[in-house]
């Protein structure tokens, strides 16, 4: 949205301006350092191959959750780690995003990038994280590590870790320094916006990687950069970095960095045309008083200050202006990751860990094409999401909440991910509760990225601040769910107090982590060249359609590349929503009816509000006594890679909705549209038990015998009973799923 208002005005009006036929060719689009890198992989380590995560010589797929909170030492003791992390093993995560840890590693009033020291079990902060890291290790997690800056501010001083350039520039620096810091909720997310574009601060976040890879982990022995446990890293978190700097909201705009934007903005031009007449040439005439002799070439179309100024002045500018600044920013960007990128190569020996591991330069969380090509300049591509499926439709048969299926599942991050060669993991995904319906979203999600072919799935978060983890399923039940409110914003995605959430992802991770629905054989490959990588971002909104458009016939995979000119896609957006998609070869929607089924030999799923008492699935499996009207999220899925009609093993779980006692929600209680009127519209939060509507169903299984052993969400078995060619769920019991097994 920032890009398509910055440009779209500009590329209309300088649309004839633009110089093909010019002597002076327009300026390569930059690429990532390792782009023509190929497969890198070393056992024993996580690498690439054939563009998906390899891991002990198999494709690798990561169920992963993201901990936070739970790496905090004031709050949880080691035995409540230990406890924590059972418990994700035993709900079926292999993978773990520890994040905003910075906090936890960079001693009080050290100026942002220096690393604490400690002695083994003395409780320290950073204890209590490599405790963590190295209790995740032995229990089978691979880590995914980031250097992101969100919590421990880098301080007027880190002046002083790099050699001065003189008082004044001293002086300036620190004081803009000081100025971002006051200003910013989170005191160093600036800093991504800032240190591409500035030499120093890019030394400083520089010393910072090399602190961190070089930590020795005292419970493992090994430093970060050497521990085979870390699976793949990130530079920056969601610094949405273009985004940004074409809507003039950058902190590189501000103070010292602006005037430091300014100078690589002339050298970048001065670099490659060298000569006013050069670049009059291109751009068909300079504003007054700009010379690229003397420097003094605007950053326009961004206006210099434009912090709180409209990003653009309207039919100013010729369209080549426009694409140089645009490819300015791209450039900086991504050359300044590239260098980023060697320091991680050259942090551990030749084949060992950070030398072989993905790294992603940014996580991809806005349907931006030039966010998406910087942040996926890196060895693999991370995508984000968030879900609120709260409408705003009197006339929604679910009114005031609404169902992803109730059309073909869209996903504004996500839809963007999927890059051509490389590796694709979403790093933060979930949906916002309240959100009476939210089983189905994890089983979406798997269907999702299966279809799509994706390496990794990462759910935000586990536990919320200061929550204990429960001993038992009493305790867990009595701490009630968590919604989303403006006091505590990301509550509402807090997983481990909800029993639906937590039994939704055990089977969900097992269909996804196994392979067990289809990806598509052959996607649509969609091109993206210069003409729409930078030329004419405002065509964004129409990628995304064409990208979904091909998902619900044959998958989509974009493929960027800037040495092409325009690549027009031969697909066709549909002008009315259908009433039939699917994903991949197995999943089928019926938006109609708000149904998602897949039935194929290892799965079978019945997601959305049955129309029948039955469901009749292949192999003699079929779902009688159901409620009809009422929503059920129902999989199984078979555990030992054989069809579910000869399989042995079996996990299957029956969901509906459940909230805590006394919640209440008033959809009239605000005019406000969006997630915020979603929030101000809880009325009570109400307080545990969560009351949870256990349906009642029975499989039939055709003649096979055995036994189930039904968990409930802590886990813990809470009842074992024989398979005579049908398994009951019994609509009282709390049971979260069922692990069969079968002669």
């Not at 000081?178 to 591409?196: D, G, K, M, T």
Request: with cysteine; aromatic share 12%; net charge negative.
């Amino acid at each position: 949205m920032f890009l398509a208002l910055l440009l779209s005005p500009l590329l209309a009006a300088g649309a004839a301006e633009q110089q093909r036929g010019n002597a002076v060719p327009e300026i390569p689009i930059a690429r990532g350092a390792e782009a023509d890198r190929g497969d890198a992989y070393v056992d024993g380590f996580v690498g690439v191959k054939d563009g998906h995560l390899l891991h002990d010589g198999q494709r690798l797929r990561l169920w992963g959750i993201n901990a936070v909170s739970e790496l905090d030492r004031d709050a949880f003791t080691k035995a409540d780690q230990d406890r924590v992390l059972d418990r994700m093993k035993e709900v079926g995560f292999n993978a773990i995003r520890p994040h905003l840890y910075d906090i936890y590693m960079i001693p009080k009033g050290d100026s942002g990038v220096g690393i604490a020291s400690y002695t083994m079990g003395d409780d320290s902060y950073l204890d209590g994280l490599d405790y963590f890291l190295a209790a995740a290790a032995k229990r089978g997690f691979l880590l995914y590590m980031t250097f992101d800056r969100r919590r421990v501010a880098i301080t007027p001083e880190a002046y002083e870790l790099v050699p001065s350039a003189g008082a004044e520039d001293k002086a300036d620096w620190k004081k803009t320094v000081a100025e971002l810091n006051a200003e910013n909720p989170h005191p160093s997310a600036w800093i991504e916006q800032v240190w591409p574009l500035d030499d120093r601060m890019e030394q400083i976040f520089t010393l910072w990687v090399k602190n961190v890879l070089s930590h020795k982990n005292q419970y493992t022995g090994k430093t970060y950069a050497e521990d085979p446990n870390i699976a793949m890293c990130e530079i920056s978190n969601e610094a949405s970095y273009m985004a940004f700097a074409l809507d003039g909201s950058s902190a590189a705009y501000r103070g010292y960095f602006g005037k430091q934007t300014q100078k690589r903005w002339n050298q970048f031009l001065k670099d490659y045309y060298k000569t006013d007449a050069r670049l009059k040439a291109a751009w068909g005439a300079l504003g007054e008083g700009e010379s690229l002799a003397q420097g003094t070439i605007k950053l326009s179309p961004v206006p210099i200050p434009a912090y709180d100024q409209l990003a653009f002045e309207q039919g100013k500018y010729p369209t080549r202006r426009v694409r140089d600044l645009t490819t300015f920013f791209v450039n900086q960007y991504i050359e300044a990751n590239n260098r980023i990128l060697a320091v991680i190569r050259d942090s551990a020996p030749k084949g060992v860990g950070a030398d072989i591991v993905p790294v992603g330069y940014d996580t991809h969380y806005q349907p931006n094409l030039l966010d998406m090509y910087c942040a996926g300049a890196g060895d693999i591509s991370i995508a984000g999401n968030y879900t609120w499926l709260r409408t705003y439709d009197t006339s929604d048969p679910t009114y005031p909440w609404t169902s992803m299926i109730a059309g073909p599942p869209q996903f504004y991050g996500m839809d963007l991910g999927r890059l051509s060669g490389k590796p694709t993991v979403s790093y933060e995904v979930n949906i916002h509760k309240p959100a009476p319906y939210r089983a189905e979203f994890p089983f979406v999600v798997a269907a999702y990225d299966s279809a799509r072919n994706w390496d990794g799935t990462f759910w935000y978060y586990w536990m919320d601040w200061n929550n204990k983890p429960p001993k038992t399923y009493e305790e867990l039940n009595i701490t009630g769910l968590h919604y989303a409110v403006k006091s505590n914003i990301w509550g509402g995605v807090a997983i481990a107090p909800d029993p639906i959430q937590v039994a939704a992802l055990k089977v969900a991770g097992e269909i996804y982590k196994t392979a067990a629905i289809r990806a598509d054989e052959h996607p649509a490959r969609i091109v993206i060249g210069a003409d729409e990588l930078v030329w004419s971002p405002a065509k964004m909104g129409v990628w995304m359609d064409l990208v979904r458009t091909a998902m619900r016939s044959s998958g989509a995979e974009i493929d960027f590349n800037p040495s092409a000119g325009s690549r027009r896609s031969q697909l066709s957006v549909p002008q009315t929503q259908p009433r039939k998609s699917r994903l991949g070869p197995d999943v089928k929607f019926d938006h109609a009816k708000r149904q998602m089924i897949v039935d194929n030999d290892r799965v079978k799923m019945f997601v959305g509000w049955p129309d029948s008492s039955a469901v009749t699935f292949g192999d003699g499996i079929a779902l009688n006594d159901l409620k009809t009207g009422q929503f059920i999220a129902f999989a199984m899925v078979s555990q030992d890679a054989q069809p579910i009609a000869t399989s042995k093993k079996i996990l299957l779980t029956a969901l509906s909705t459940g909230e805590n006692k006394g919640f209440k929600y008033d959809p009239a209680a605000t005019k406000e549209t969006g997630w915020p009127g979603m929030m101000d519209s809880v009325v009570s939060m109400g307080e545990g038990p969560v009351e949870v509507l256990w349906p009642k169903l029975t499989v039939a299984v055709g003649s096979r015998t055995g036994h189930c052993t039904w968990f409930n969400a802590l886990p813990e078995a809470i009842a074992t009973e024989p398979v005579d060619g049908q398994i009951q769920f019994d609509g009282t019991r709390p049971a979260a799923w069922g692990e069969v097994e079968l002669n």
